[in-house]
């Protein structure tokens, strides 16, 4: 039965019916639960299904029967790029690697294009959050400044003469525009030292 279901599977996956062979899979993994690549195959179905926790969780089934499956390490590494767990993406996709030159098993580019992609995926996430950091310092301590500025004005003594009051006026407003000045030209520094590295 299993082998009907796995060959039923395997047709239908070349046929691009994807769901059709993740229940020709499913009936194959009913027969014989401890064959790790039933759930493997499951897997890829589940990858072209863009069902990303399916294949996370029929790899994670794979590798408790055999650990040094490349294709399930694979595969969830694929997953968990698409669910932005890229730390582990990249755990498994290295141990793919591994495996794949420990067992002279050749896939070319593809384990190592994947673990770049990876890599780029968490860059670029971390980069993003970094820059929505920095823009909400910068938010908040031109917040402060605005804050001081207001304080310092309404400090003012109103007994002081009026030349006085708008000296002191003009003092607080300078004030403000040469820190806010300084404050932006440092985040700018910052962002062009970012560029040329």
């Not at 040469?178 to 932006?184: D, F, K, M, V």
Request: with cysteine; charged share 30%; aromatic share 8%.
């Amino acid at each position: 039965m299993s082998s009907s279901a796995r060959d039923r599977g395997n047709q239908f996956y070349s046929e691009k019916k994807y769901k059709e062979a993740v229940a020709a899979f499913s009936d194959a993994i009913a027969s014989s639960p401890g064959v790790a690549t039933f759930y493997t195959n499951r897997a890829l179905c589940y990858l072209k299904l863009e069902q990303w926790i399916q294949v996370v969780e029929d790899c994670q089934k794979a590798l408790c029967l055999e650990s040094t499956l490349i294709k399930a390490h694979f595969f969830m590494g694929q997953a968990l790029i698409e669910i932005g767990s890229y730390d582990e993406a990249i755990i498994s996709l290295k141990t793919a690697h591994k495996l794949a030159k420990d067992q002279h098993k050749n896939f070319g580019e593809d384990i190592p294009s994947a673990v770049r992609y990876a890599k780029k995926k968490r860059w670029n996430a971390l980069e993003e959050k970094r820059l929505k950091q920095e823009s909400e310092l910068q938010t908040f301590l031109v917040q402060l400044l605005t804050e001081h500025r207001s304080r310092q004005l309404s400090q003012l003594d109103a007994t002081d003469s009026t030349e006085d009051r708008s000296s002191s006026i003009e003092r607080i407003h300078k004030e403000f525009g040469e820190r806010s000045t300084q404050l932006n030209k440092l985040f700018e520094d910052v962002d062009e030292k970012r560029r040329v590295s």
